[in-house]
Nanobody, 122 residues
Framework: QVQLVESGGGLVQAGGSLRLSCAAS????????AGWFRQAPGKEREFVAA????????NYADSVKGRFTVSRDITKNTVYLQMNSLRPEDTAVYYC???????????????WGQGTQVTVSS
């Protein structure tokens, strides 16, 4: 069993930066791929970024490529999402997820955090 807790969300002006953290409990987390998803009001949950269990392979949605960076610290059982050059359209609740397979589809992930709100003002 894996439990995930996100933190680091908040209100930021367009062009600013935030770093989200996802702290995991459970010894098996280091063997899981991890992903970040987001959901804006009235919209479906969408893929943002994913990282495989070694941390050597990453994948990004086209909308965030070049602006967001996903990383993980196995020693701290934590996954990060560094978000730069934020835009108002990045406003959403951001969720961390973990699973065995490495993918960009929400149903592929078995464990989810509670989410953290990111609001980008124009």
């Amino acid at each position: 069993q894996v439990q995930l807790v996100e933190s680091g969300g908040g209100l930021v002006q367009a062009g600013g930066s935030l770093r989200l953290s996802c702290a995991a409990s459970g010894r098996t987390f280091s063997t899981y791929a991890a992903g970040w998803f987001r959901q804006a009001p009235g919209k479906e949950r969408e893929f943002v970024a994913a990282i495989n269990w070694t941390g050597r392979t990453t994948n990004y949605a086209d909308s965030v490529k070049g602006r967001f960076t996903v990383s993980r610290d196995i020693t701290k059982n934590t996954v990060y999402l560094q978000m730069n050059s934020l835009r108002p359209e990045d406003t959403a609740v951001y969720y961390c997820a973990a699973s065995g397979p490495y993918g960009n589809i929400p149903k592929e992930y078995d464990y989810w955090g509670q989410g953290t709100q990111v609001t980008v003002s124009s």
